[in-house]
Structure formats: C-alpha cells, structure tokens
C-alpha cells in the first residue's frame, strides 16, 4: 500500500482547464447546473417508479418468491461489478456528457421491452433478468460518468451546495416515485407504471442536450484496449491507496451488503406477511425520501458543527437505527404503520447525510482527470456486495423468516457503523487540502503527462 501524509489530499494540484475556477455563486445562477438538476430530477422520478415497478411485477404476474426475487436483483446490479469499471475509464477519455445521454435513451428502449412483453402474454422472469441486466450495464455507465460530471460543471467551492441539491430533490423524486408508483400500479399495473420510467428517460435526455458548457475533447491517442488495464489500474491505486478514502469506501461496501437485503426482502414482508396493498407499501418505502430531503438541508450544517467524519459517522449510525426499527415493529395496524414510516425517514435521513459529504469529499480529493476512474473504483467494490446481498436475502429469508432476515441485516449495519467511527475518514475535520499534501506515491499527478 502507498505512502500517504496528513490528511492525504490531492488538492495540491494545479488548476486544469477542465475544471471551473473556485467561486462560491449561488448556483441558483448557474443555467447549465440547472439543468444537468433537472435532467437528474426527472430521471430518478422515473427510475423510482421501475424501482418498485420491476420487482412487484414479479411478484404480481408471475408470482416470484423470495429465491426469483434476489435473481432479479443480482441481474439488475450484477453489471456493477462486471463493467463499472470500464465505464470509469470510458468517462475519463470520452466527453461526460455524450455518454448520459445515451444511458438515458439506452434506459428508455430497453425499459419500454417489459410493458410490451406483458401485453403479448410473453413475460417471463428470464425476461425480467435480462433486462434488469441491461438496465444495470447503461445505470453503471451513467452514474459513473454523472459523477465525474459534477465538477466540470462547478468549483470545488460549489460541491457540497451542488450535491446537497441534488440529493434534495433525488429524495424528492423518491417520494413522488415510489409512493406514485403504488397507486400507477394498482391502477395500470406495474408493466404499466415502466412506461412512464421511458418517457422520465427521453426528457431527461433532452435537459442533458440542452447543456451548454463544452467539455474538453480528450486524447484518445495510444489508448487502445491494452491501455484500458493500465488506467484501471491508476484508478484502483487513487482510490486504495488513499486512507480516507478506503476507509469511506469500505464503509460503503458494508452498508451496501445489508442494505441490499432490506430492499429485496421488505416488499415481500410488506405484501405477504403484513398484507399491505401496493400503494401503502409504495408510501411506506417512500417516507425514506422524506428523511432523505430533510438530511440534504442539515448535512452541510452538522459537517460544519461536528466535522465532516462525525457527520458522516452520525450519518450511518442513524440510518442503521432507522432499518433497524423496520422487523421490530409490532402491535396494532395503526402502529405498525407508524413505526415501519418512522424507520423509514430515520435512515433516509442518515444516508443522505453520509451520501453527500462522501462524494463531495471524492470530488474535491481527486484530479478531474483521474476522477472517472476513482468514481468507478469506487462503484465497482461498493455495489459489487450488493448481488451477495440479493442471494443472502433470499437464503436469510428461507432459513429465518423475511422478518428474522431484516432483523439480522440491522444489526450488520450497526455494527459496520460503529467500526467506521473509529477509521480516518470518521475522524477527518475538513476536506483535506494544503501545500504539503500528496497523491498516493504510485500515482500521476494532474499536471504530469499519461
């Protein structure tokens, strides 16, 4: 492992012509931020729709059990692992934004497939696999190169206001989406719901095009597909061989892996053991994005009050309380309902916390050449534990019960919080940055040549 110093920052690079001079405007004034916000905003109505959509279709047309549903899960995030990380290498030689707007309309064609295939009386969960597969693949494209984005759109300056915003009206896409799509689906059922995710996909493309800021052309000179192994590399080192950032990183995996059987397992308990309809279920597993507005306003307050380490370790212990709640409760209908709502908002609250200081704190470390990669690096170990957690799901379920299953997943998330607290990144003041800081000895600087 490198050598790292202090608090092991990256900042001391010079400024590159890529990324925007550090000013602190309003981004409010900002016209072509506005839209890459509004392109996302449409974009995760849509997608939270599918969300809830694609796994209740399963389970509504072709009466899927707890070992189909955690299939479908690992097809849908299977492609993190298999092609995130060429999709880091892909958003740092091609322009950014070609490659969102093609995910979007990717997303679109294939989506448009389900509503189709269950009209014809031809669905089947192989059908489901496959395209959960594919939606995977262009998604892994998409929120690698989105990323990487960010700040060739804003300063450094700007990141924690840019991702605060965006994360703001994420949650609040997540509540339209997903307490929307229940009653979509009850009323048009849930291959009917997918349409409306094609069509959040084809407006969110046009908000991308209509982005006027020109990134770089970058030099794809020598870069042949020998190449792509060696900058894979690069990223890898970056990432690994920063502490703070393997230290968040791993974090990331942690909670990924048991937050993963939370979301295969709950609309399964919701519909089956608690006999909830599908719009409740949709409202309930919405109230997360009710929490997660209310932690995008308070994040950048409390890393201002405790420090962004303790706001990030405050962030994961409270969404673990919040999942936690969710097999404990019990008594009347009414209470339950009360008690599975307040869980929900609990950890929407939390992860939002720790979400937007983790990337802001990736993009402000990192060189914008290099940041694609790291992105992905980071994408390819976080989500890679997310298809165990689908098959753990399934297996948890089989052997404990679906309640039995959520509770041990609680636990596994206290626990992987508590350890984080005691890590570099849960210490960490500010985002590091001064003269003496480096890069990871085994990796380039910006301004040195590939």
Known sequence: MSQDRGADSLLSDPPSPDRPPEVAA???????FLRLWGAQTIAMLGSRVTE?????TAI????AGPTSLGLLNVAEYLPFTLVTLFAGVLADRYRRRGLLIGANIGRALILAVVPVLALTDQLSMTALYVVAFLIGVLTSQFDVAYQAYVPVL???????????????????AETGGKGFSGVLIQVFTAPGAIIVDCLTYLISAVSLLAIKTREPRRSTTSRGFRGVWSEIGEGLRATLGHRILRAVLLQAAWFNLFHDVVLVLFPLYGLKDLELSPALL???IASASVGAFGGSLIAGGLARRLGIGPAMVAGVLTSALGLLALPLATGSPMVQLLLLGAGYVISGVGITIF???????RQAIIPNRLLGRVSGT??????????????????????????????????????GAVVFAFTPAGRIAEAPEGPDAEMPTNVKRSGDPM
């Open 26 to 32: 309003s981004l409010w004034r900002h016209p072509d």
């Open 52 to 56: 809830l959509a694609l796994p209740l």
């Open 60 to 63: 509504l047309l072709l009466d």
């Open 154 to 172: 804003v300063s450094r300056a700007q990141l924690v206001e840019a991702n605060s915003k965006l994360q703001s009206t994420r949650s609040i």
């Open 282 to 284: 949709g409202f309930i």
């Open 355 to 361: 979400n937007i200081h983790s990337v802001a704190l």
């Open 378 to 415: 980071y994408r390819f170990v976080a989500w890679a534990v997310i298809p165990v957690g689908g098959l753990l799901a399934g297996v948890l379920a089989n052997v404990l019960s679906a309640r039995g299953a959520l509770l041990i997943a609680g636990i596994g998330l206290m626990v």
